[in-house]
């Protein structure tokens, strides 16, 4: 099937340009149509479908054309909406005007794009929360605390005849730190694992020749993408693999063994592995038990892996978690060690995460103006400094939703939409 999807105060009059049939269209009813060219001639049969402005995504008249979805006759269709005097949308015009026409703000619709580029199903469940607006609620909430606690300054301001008691000034400290910077604190620990959740993180594993690195990467990605041999110095490049640690998307690499060669290509692969180590989020170092000779490590490590547990070998430093990469003993653990070290946390736990950049910067900035404004709030010849650092917070805070003058926060968020949406 070919949709499209047409926005304005025009779409009604453009669809019935091109049906053959004279009926009115009802409002959400789908219609079985005709559609035609400028001679009349038939284009294409489907369901056309009427959403009338304000109750549809946009806000505004929107038709739909479900047709056959052929790629020739989608674009005869296609055209002939163009003659009749629609145009191509820009990405993320159709969710743009449903921020504009008040239908959503722009937290929700940057879960919209969230939802069509989450790669696990952790990821697609936190953007529909926030696509329900559960995110822009909780910000909306801050900014009407804050809005209260502003007010009470900017009274004190009005009124300087006045004299204010130090136990005002206290309870707002208190509120301000209980009821606002606490909670913008707790959002920002979520960051990580929320960007995380949608951007994906690396992990490198780097080692030894020969102590098992490719046949872990085989295992934990569950396909047979390394070549395995008892022969050192087999993985001469880096070679990478997606798959998810409890929902997270993590790109697994493998690198070649660390070790000295006169081998050119060889000591190229050790070059390249450094390099994977030090770019990698999470670095795993993995040695031998039955060869004490690869249990030092020649790079830092945030996990150290000792495989084959199941041969003969000496005692094995507490710091290393133990596998066998044959049978998979330790395999489930070194997958909890890896998401913690990815920062995840309990799922029961989760609730809202930051999962985008623009929004982790935001509540930073915002929290430095909120403390800024609390170090200034005790002193009555700087309560006009407070408001002020409190007011752009109050500001930035409203950027995420798409409050205030942000045309050039949607002319950014829009352009990473994909056309259609």
Same mark, same amino acid.
Request: charged share 25%; net charge negative.
């Given at each position: 099937?070919?949709?499209?999807?047409?926005?304005?105060?025009?779409?009604?009059?453009?669809?019935?340009?091109?049906?053959?049939?004279?009926?009115?269209?009802?409002?959400?009813?789908?219609?079985?149509?005709?559609?035609?060219?400028?001679?009349?001639?038939?284009?294409?049969?489907?369901?056309?479908?009427?959403?009338?402005?304000?109750?549809?995504?946009?806000?505004?008249?929107?038709?739909?054309?479900?047709?056959?979805?052929?790629?020739?006759?989608?674009?005869?269709?296609?055209?002939?909406?163009?003659?009749?005097?629609?145009?191509?949308?820009?990405?993320?015009?159709?969710?743009?005007?449903?921020?504009?026409?008040?239908?959503?703000?722009?937290?929700?619709?940057?879960?919209?794009?969230?939802?069509?580029?989450?790669?696990?199903?952790?990821?697609?469940?936190?953007?529909?929360?926030?696509?329900?607006?559960?995110?822009?609620?909780?910000?909306?909430?801050?900014?009407?605390?804050?809005?209260?606690?502003?007010?009470?300054?900017?009274?004190?301001?009005?009124?300087?005849?006045?004299?204010?008691?130090?136990?005002?000034?206290?309870?707002?400290?208190?509120?301000?730190?209980?009821?606002?910077?606490?909670?913008?604190?707790?959002?920002?620990?979520?960051?990580?694992?929320?960007?995380?959740?949608?951007?994906?993180?690396?992990?490198?594993?780097?080692?030894?020749?020969?102590?098992?690195?490719?046949?872990?990467?085989?295992?934990?990605?569950?396909?047979?993408?390394?070549?395995?041999?008892?022969?050192?110095?087999?993985?001469?490049?880096?070679?990478?693999?997606?798959?998810?640690?409890?929902?997270?998307?993590?790109?697994?690499?493998?690198?070649?063994?660390?070790?000295?060669?006169?081998?050119?290509?060889?000591?190229?692969?050790?070059?390249?592995?450094?390099?994977?180590?030090?770019?990698?989020?999470?670095?795993?170092?993995?040695?031998?038990?039955?060869?004490?000779?690869?249990?030092?490590?020649?790079?830092?490590?945030?996990?150290?892996?000792?495989?084959?547990?199941?041969?003969?070998?000496?005692?094995?430093?507490?710091?290393? +978690? @133990? &596998?066998?990469?044959?049978?998979?003993?330790? $395999?489930?653990?070194?997958?909890? #060690?890896? *998401?913690?070290? /990815?920062?995840?946390?309990?799922?029961?736990?989760?609730?809202?995460?930051?999962?985008?950049?623009?929004?982790?910067?935001?509540?930073?900035?915002?929290?430095?103006?909120?403390?800024?404004?609390? +170090? @200034? &709030?005790?002193?009555?010849?700087?309560?006009? $400094?407070?408001?002020?650092?409190? #007011?752009? *917070?109050?500001? /930035?805070?409203?950027?995420?939703?798409?409050?205030?003058?942000?045309?050039?926060?949607?002319?950014?968020?829009?352009?990473?939409?994909?056309?259609?949406?």
């Amino acid at each position: 099937m070919g949709v499209i999807r047409i926005s304005g105060p025009r779409a009604l009059r453009v669809l019935e340009g091109i049906s053959a049939s004279n009926r009115e269209m009802q409002p959400r009813v789908a219609q079985l149509s005709s559609w035609l060219d400028e001679a009349g001639d038939l284009l294409d049969q489907g369901l056309s479908l009427y959403f009338p402005g304000p109750n549809s995504y946009t806000g505004e008249d929107v038709v739909e054309l479900q047709g056959h979805g052929g790629p020739v006759l989608l674009r005869a269709l296609l055209d002939r909406v163009f003659q009749l005097g629609c145009r191509a949308a820009e990405p993320g015009e159709f969710t743009r005007r449903a921020v504009e026409n008040g239908k959503i703000d722009l937290s929700q619709a940057e879960a919209v794009a969230a939802c069509i580029d989450a790669a696990t199903v952790r990821a697609g469940k936190q953007a529909q929360r926030q696509l329900q607006g559960a995110f822009g609620q909780y910000i909306d909430e801050l900014m009407h605390t804050l809005t209260s606690l502003v007010a009470h300054v900017e009274a004190s301001l009005d009124f300087p005849e006045e004299e204010i008691p130090a136990l005002f000034f206290d309870q707002l400290a208190s509120r301000m730190q209980n009821e606002v910077i606490q909670p913008v604190d707790n959002l920002l620990a979520t960051a990580q694992l929320g960007e995380r959740l949608f951007d994906g993180a690396t992990v490198a594993i780097v080692g030894a020749p020969n102590v098992g690195k490719s046949s872990l990467l085989n295992m934990l990605s569950g396909r047979d993408r390394a070549i395995v041999s008892d022969i050192p110095g087999t993985t001469r490049d880096v070679l990478e693999i997606d798959f998810e640690v409890h929902g997270i998307p993590v790109r697994l690499v493998d690198t070649a063994g660390l070790r000295q060669s006169d081998d050119v290509i060889e000591q190229e692969g050790v070059r390249r592995a450094h390099q994977a180590a030090h770019q990698a989020d999470v670095t795993i170092f993995m040695a031998d038990a039955s060869r004490s000779d690869t249990w030092t490590p020649s790079v830092h490590a945030d996990v150290s892996l000792m495989n084959k547990i199941d041969l003969e070998h000496g005692d094995i430093p507490e710091h290393f +978690l @133990s &596998l066998c990469a044959k049978t998979g003993q330790g $395999l489930e653990l070194l997958r909890d #060690r890896l *998401a913690s070290q /990815l920062g995840d946390i309990n799922l029961a736990d989760e609730g809202l995460l930051v999962t985008r950049e623009r929004h982790r910067v935001i509540l930073l900035d915002a929290n430095n103006h909120l403390k800024a404004g609390l +170090l @200034s &709030l005790g002193d009555e010849d700087k309560l006009e $400094l407070t408001a002020m650092e409190w #007011r752009r *917070a109050w500001a /930035l805070l409203g950027s995420i939703l798409g409050i205030g003058d942000v045309e050039h926060i949607l002319d950014h968020v829009f352009s990473e939409f994909c056309i259609g949406k």
